[in-house]
């Protein structure tokens, strides 16, 4: 079995699906083995849920009368089946990443675009080597555009995405300290997410360029194929609105406030109204996109409970991430608390970044520090100093936070939004 073969049948698919669990009536099953368990054995229990096909990498389990095909395999079938399709699409595909941000921006591009556009968009997290696959491969003839998160940890990441989604257009939210020790330092950081411009330039598609970002404009200064935003020379520009905790724009007098807490939020407005504009969607309809949007994913989250309001950003963090964060929220008015989680894959770099953040905490002053994680444990000696979020728990039942706010970051792997129902 090879695409050109498959294809016809992929076309006539209600959906592609690697969770057996998820199976519904003609969609197709992808048969992903793990070290411990072979899925080829749910192949006949899949046609059996009604599965147009399944795909699988035991040969074995072959029945082609049942549409069940064997592949060597079912990872690299998948990713050459979405490549095999992104080459027949004739719609514009926006490809996104950066350290800090994107998922945030996809969201916002995707809600600004859909004012005008049928879009399809990356799904959650859904970003990587298995996601942007599954991303592709969910674009049906109804579409009239694609956005694209691609996240990446190690180099190379990102130019093995951009060969699967095909962007024809691209933004890097920013250059951060994210996933240093995969990408070997913020220099690593900045050579992998520039793959994206790489393949961006080499195919000659349009990049959008904050010109306020000294890395993206140094990156970006020789090419002619850009959308620009940022400063007075630029295509767009837009002035930073800050009303009640949240951030919005203001473009040629009119204002846009959206429901998300920090200016860091300001430049991920700008991407995705510019990108709006760019594509002829008129700016009260980008204002309507923009005030509308309610983040619901546990970034830059603001959530009112009782008569506290919380600052949910538990999805991911790194130390630069995590810096913007605080910086914005001791702006709050009012006491502040913070519960700050371990910043995950630093590598050799990560006590020395904890401390700096822990640093930066006391230097702020807030009203109380709590920190969450073994790495911060080990730079913070306080008594509030938890080495796992069921330990804070158990802290939090017997003692009430009195702050009137309280921020809650650390890394996804920290699940510090467990501590929210005792708060």
Known sequence: ?????????????????????????NDIFFAFS????????????????????????????????????????????????????????????????????KTTTKEIIHAVLSEKFNVQYTR??????????????SIKPEHEMAVVEMGANHQKEIDFLC??????????????????????GVEGVIKGKSELYDYLKNNGKTILVNDNDPIQVEKTKEYSGKITFGNAESDYQFELVSEQNFVGLMYKNQKAVSKLTGEYNFT????????????????????????????????????????KTLVLDTYNANPSSMAASLKNFITFEGSKTIIIGDMLELGDE??????????LAQD??????????????????????????????????KNIISSKNILLKGSRGIALEKAIEFI
Not at 8 to 22: G, M, N, Q, T
Not at 274 to 285: A, H, R, V
Not at 364 to 383: A, C, M, Q, W, Y
């Open 1 to 25: 079995m090879n695409t050109e073969q498959f294809y016809p049948l992929f076309l006539k698919a209600a959906h592609v699906v690697i969770d057996s669990r998820k199976i519904e009536k």
């Open 34 to 101: 793990g070290e411990n368990f072979n899925a080829a054995t749910l192949a006949e229990e899949a046609v059996n849920k009604g599965a147009l096909a399944v795909i699988v990498e035991r040969q074995d389990y072959e029945n082609p009368e049942k549409n069940i095909f064997y592949v060597p395999s079912t990872l690299e079938f998948l990713q050459e089946l979405a490549r095999y399709h992104r080459k027949k699409l004739q719609i514009p595909v926006i490809g996104l990443t950066g350290s800090n941000g």
């Open 124 to 137: 959650g997290n859904l970003n990587n080597h298995i996601g942007v696959p599954l991303t592709i491969l």
């Open 163 to 184: 060969t699967i989604s095909m962007p024809d257009f691209g933004y890097i939210t920013n250059f951060g300290k994210a996933h240093l020790e995969g990408f070997g």
């Open 268 to 307: 991920n407005l700008c991407a995705a109204a510019s990108l709006g504009l760019y594509f002829g969607i008129d700016f009260d309809k980008v204002i309507h996109a923009i005030e509308n949007y309610t983040p619901t994913n546990m970034r830059s989250q603001v959530v009112e409970k009782g008569n």
């Open 350 to 359: 990560s006590e020395r970044e904890h401390l700096a953040i822990l640093k």
């Open 364 to 397: 702020l002053g807030f009203d109380e520090i709590i920190t969450v994680g073994k790495i911060f444990r080990t730079v913070n000696h306080s008594p509030l100093s938890f080495e796992e979020t069921s330990s804070l728990t158990e802290y939090l039942k």
